[in-house]
């Protein structure tokens, strides 16, 4: 379908699938330029220097049952990947539980009583089944029972994605949690989680020495030693197609200036509906009302910096309370000493998941730093008086929506991109897809491969059942 390059190939965005995309082509000799809004490079995967101290958006560990991908990672980052133990942990009700589940932990923490009610309701859903199994929380309720899926699912999940758990399309637990049940979460409580096999309770996980963006950083420069142009600060406006093809992009450089790139052929990770609408001549209504259905909750993390040595021994925490707005809690310490440069300090990330325009987006930063500080306290994980500093990140976009209605919008949208000949979509925001950064890798080198004569579906890629298991 796509020839190599003659005038190259444009991607746009330097995420992990632009930046897996580019350095591919850019070792297959295609010439390349790469169209990055931000002043540097990494997406969701950028990990932000403050004074020394290092944080991620949200901890990214890095997981994959793609050979390929963890090959990259071993090949990008030599010594410099780390191997970690994960220790993680809900806080539920004044009460810390161990997650994964431990069986006495967790009954020690819910009581015998309680404890007796989730068993009883765990025999009721395996006698009498939610009639609709189609959303999370009937998908959920099957597996573990109501009571269970009440304290240990529904109040985080909702607080992810802004939505009830009855509104919420099931695909989402059965593509992220999908080998998960019950049986098998006591199996491991009780015995442990043999060798990972169920990923979303893997006890290890490897991590880059100085965090997601390291990698991003070196594939940037590997790349542009071969070759590879990158235009930072330059904001993708608008994508010219010219009978089945696109010809050039327009871009707003650097400088504010509006600079036209042509190319053979074109890769895009930036969000689905954002490149639909800057196509031109414009989509047909039904693809643009379609693309405007699409959904997607963002992030803010409050980065603040205590004059604590330790604080806890958890890589993160699970915040369930509903009465806490917060939904996670990052320590980066525990992932790598190299991200704090004072062993005497401790850094966390509180974070929070919201909506563009929401109440809590439209907090100030002094305020959300507030909020964190109060929830902090009475988490009762450290008093405010010991803060030395810190900043707030906002993320838009950073979490597709998978609602009831997202599947048959992404059905039309596909379905549109496949009659323009030598564009592809790939990545996280790119393709509408709640995945890790192994995924999103994965689009990108497919999609280079693409380029190159070789047949991949970027929309059926799935590096937990690919082709490299
Ligand atoms: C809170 C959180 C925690 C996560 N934890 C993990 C984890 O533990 N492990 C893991 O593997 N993955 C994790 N992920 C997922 C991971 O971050 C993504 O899978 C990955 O970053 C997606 O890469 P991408 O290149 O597709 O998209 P992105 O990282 O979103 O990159 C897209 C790029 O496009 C740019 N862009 C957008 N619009 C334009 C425009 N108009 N013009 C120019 N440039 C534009 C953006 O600035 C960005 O740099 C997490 C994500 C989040 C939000």
């Known amino acids: 379908m796509f020839k190599r390059a003659g005038a190259g190939a444009v991607v746009l965005g330097a995420g992990p699938a632009g930046l897996a995309c580019s350095y591919e082509l850019s070792r297959r000799d295609v010439p390349t330029t790469v169209v990055e809004r931000s002043k540097g490079v990494g997406g969701l995967c950028r990990t932000f220097n403050y004074n020394g101290f290092l944080f991620d958006i949200g901890g990214h560990r890095f997981l994959s049952r793609s050979r390929e991908v963890n090959a990259i990672w071993e090949d990008v980052l030599g010594e410099d990947l780390l191997r970690c133990s994960r220790k993680s942990s809900i806080y539920y009700q004044g009460h810390f539980y161990r997650y994964p589940l431990n069986a006495f932990d967790t009954l020690k923490n819910l009581g015998l009583i309680e404890s007796a009610r989730c068993f009883f309701s765990y025999l009721n859903s395996q006698v009498m089944p939610p009639v609709d199994q189609t959303n999370f929380e009937g998908w959920m309720t099957r597996r573990f029972g109501r009571r269970l899926f009440e304290i240990f699912f529904k109040p985080y999940t909702e607080k992810v994605w802004g939505i009830s758990c009855a509104e919420l399309s099931g695909d989402w637990a059965s593509q992220r949690i999908q080998q998960l049940s019950l049986r098998k979460a006591i199996k491991s409580a009780i015995f442990g989680n043999g060798n990972g096999k169920i990923k979303s309770l893997s006890d290890e996980f490897l991590y880059p020495k100085l965090g997601p963006g390291q990698f991003c950083d070196r594939l940037k420069t590997k790349s542009e030693s071969l070759g590879t142009q990158y235009r930072m600060q330059a904001e993708v406006d608008q994508i010219n197609v010219a009978g089945k093809r696109v010809d050039s992009v327009e871009i707003r450089n650097a400088a504010g200036r509006s600079e036209k790139l042509c190319g053979d052929s074109f890769i895009s990770s930036i969000p689905l509906p954002v490149l639909i609408e800057r196509i031109r001549p414009r989509a047909p209504l039904g693809v643009l009302s379609a693309a405007r259905s699409l959904k997607f ?57 919201v909506s563009e325009g929401d109440s809590v987006w439209s907090l100030s930063d002094e305020q959300m730093m507030a909020l964190a500080l109060e929830e902090l306290e009475r988490i009762r994980i450290v008093g405010r008086a010991k803060v030395a500093g810190g900043f707030v990140v906002r993320v838009a976009n950073a979490y597709p929506v998978y609602d009831s209605g997202y599947q048959r919008s992404l059905h039309i949208i596909r379905a549109y991109l496949e009659t323009i000949e030598n564009l592809q979509a790939m990545g996280r925001a790119g393709l509408f897809r709640y995945n890790n950064s192994d995924h999103a890798v994965l689009t990108g080198l497919c999609a280079a491969r693409n380029i190159l004569g070789e047949k991949h579906d970027l929309w059926a890629i799935d590096p937990d059942q690919g082709r490299d298991e």
């Open 297 to 353: 909750r963002s992030f803010i993390s409050v980065n603040l910096i205590f004059n604590e040595p330790r604080l806890f021994d958890e890589n993160w925490i699970y915040i369930q309370s509903p009465d806490i707005t917060a939904g996670r809690v990052q320590n980066y310490k525990n992932w790598s000493s190299a991200m704090v440069p004072d062993a005497e300090k401790t850094s966390l990330g509180v974070e929070y998941f």
